[in-house]
């Protein structure tokens, strides 16, 4: 009866040759017995495995400046393949889905509608992953307390690359400058003062609203440039406000003040 108990005995293993170098062997070894069942001799085959360790090693090291600059960024980077399953987050990610209660060590090969059912996003990601399109998407997230911009990219393996920042203070920046404008316009109309500006090196003026109203304009028709704006001054006070715009003020550097009669008209 043969004996069981000498198994095929597989290795690698890196050797020295000539000049130095080094090359990377897999042995694998067979066991021979004779009919007592005595292990007589081990009988295998050496494979050079050399070019598959480079490719690996060069692989190993791609992933690691992937890594590296991946975690460099301040963004959360998410990376999803083609059914849906996570496949990496970088350490800015990791925080993300801690505050959310989640482990990330648990997470790659999870799905992702598995752990967050019906995410704000989901349209957009759904779309972005069928379409193979870029897609930008902004939405607040009431678990993080936080304004959520996705930028979602579709990656070669056919997944999503998925880069997530937090916009909150943009949004409220935003909200801030909208509320200022609206009391602006209201302060203006109730005391019927208006205002501009005009960019010297583009020719382009703004009104605001209510100037608009005082010179009885659609701001929706009428598109302001230097020369459009010259036409609704008086013929007697043209010469003067030009030369107080075009030579005076870009030189002096302070604020001026000149006084001239308009001719209100409907556009």
């Not at 400046?65 to 998410?78: A, G, H, P």
């Not at 925080?95 to 957009?124: D, H, M, R, Y």
């Not at 997530?164 to 019927?192: C, D």
Request: aromatic share 12%; proline share 6%.
């Amino acid at each position: 009866m043969r004996s069981t108990s000498h198994l095929p005995v597989m290795m690698s293993r890196q050797i020295y040759i000539h000049y130095g170098s080094i090359k990377h062997l897999h042995a694998l070894g067979h066991p021979v017995l004779n009919e007592s069942g005595t292990l007589t001799e081990y009988v295998g085959t050496v494979m050079d495995i050399t070019e598959r360790k480079r490719a690996e090693e060069l692989l190993r090291k791609a992933h690691e400046r992937v890594e590296i600059i991946l975690d460099s960024i301040t963004d959360k980077f998410f990376a999803f393949d083609s059914e849906w399953r996570y496949t990496y987050f970088n350490k800015h990610a990791e925080e993300q889905l801690k505050a959310l209660g989640k482990n990330p060590a648990n997470l790659i090969g999870k799905t992702l509608w598995e752990e967050f059912p019906n995410p704000p996003a989901e349209q957009s990601f759904r779309r972005a992953m069928c379409e193979r399109a870029v897609i930008i998407h902004e939405h607040y997230y009431p678990p993080l307390g936080e304004w959520v911009e996705n930028r979602i990219f579709p990656s070669p393996d056919g997944g999503l690359a998925i880069f997530v920042r937090y916009v909150t203070e943009r949004k409220r920046a935003e909200e801030a400058l909208r509320r200022s404008e609206a009391y602006l316009a209201e302060a203006q109309r109730l005391s019927h003062t208006g205002s501009w500006a005009w960019n010297v090196s583009t020719r382009e003026c703004f009104w605001s609203l209510e100037h608009f109203r005082i010179l009885g304009l659609d701001p929706e028709r009428v598109k302001l440039f230097y020369p459009t704006v010259l036409q609704w001054v008086h013929p007697e006070d043209r010469s003067f406000v030009q030369q107080s715009f075009e030579t005076d003020v870009p030189f002096i550097g302070r604020p001026g003040m000149c006084t001239f009669s308009i001719t209100p008209g409907k556009v």
